[in-house]
């Protein structure tokens, strides 16, 4: 039971890697024992979280995660999938979705904005490519980027901070909604959940600040 649960750091939080044989309900306290020994080195930190070596279901995973958040102050504020075929399917979704939303109520704008390009639109825009640094998009409506956004957004324009700015890689120099600006390494930047810089993400306004998060499955459904 000595090494039936281990943890490893990495780039995206942690791996928590689960010994497949033991029955489930001694596997929780060896999860609850682990933890409690690691809460002085994690703190309260908040970050992603795998599960590798066992393979669970929902229920089990919700548990583990309970057991966790009872055991420490850690905070494990996303699951990371790590079945390649569910997060490609996950991204053809991702993309499905936004250009319907482009569809419905905005326009598309096709190839890659370069150092020094202004693209201003009335209603909501979706990229169909890069936004280099140096790049810049004003939008009334919402800024969609299938691409990576390295270049400055502004969406909201007319001071609608209800709008928000999507990318499937998102590393802006500056965003600014409605009236509220954060740039990159800002402080007001907060940012939920530090995983791969390539990872799809949503940013939008809460009580003055703005936010960014992983484009998750569950974020999906609140778009538009």
Do not use: H, W
Request: proline letters at 2%.
């Amino acid at each position: 039971m000595k090494n039936s649960v281990i943890i490893k750091g990495n780039k995206y939080g942690i791996t928590v890697i689960l010994d497949k044989d033991l029955p489930f309900e001694e596997l929780k306290e060896a999860v609850a024992a682990k933890f409690r020994e690691s809460t002085k080195f994690f703190g309260d930190a908040q970050m992603a979280a795998s599960f590798e070596g066992r393979k669970l279901s929902e229920k089990e995973e919700r548990e583990i995660l309970d057991v966790i958040a009872e055991n420490s102050d850690f905070r494990i504020i996303c699951v990371l999938d790590t079945d390649q075929e569910k997060e490609e399917m996950f991204k053809k979704s991702l993309n499905a979705r936004l250009r319907e939303l482009s569809a419905q109520s905005g326009q598309f704008y096709k190839g890659t904005l370069r150092s020094g390009q202004v693209l201003e639109a009335e209603s909501s825009i979706v990229v169909l490519g890069d936004v280099n640094p140096g790049a810049k998009i004003i939008s009334k409506g919402n800024v969609i980027v299938l691409g990576a956004l390295k270049g400055t957004v502004y969406a909201g324009a007319a001071g609608a901070e209800t709008s928000f700015v999507a990318a499937l890689e998102m590393n802006p120099m500056q965003i600014r909604i409605g009236d509220v600006v954060a740039r990159s390494g800002d402080e007001q930047t907060k940012a939920k959940a530090k995983k791969v810089e390539k990872e799809a993400k949503i940013a939008y306004v809460d009580e003055g600040y703005i936010y960014m998060e992983p484009l998750n499955r569950e974020a999906i459904k609140y778009l538009g």
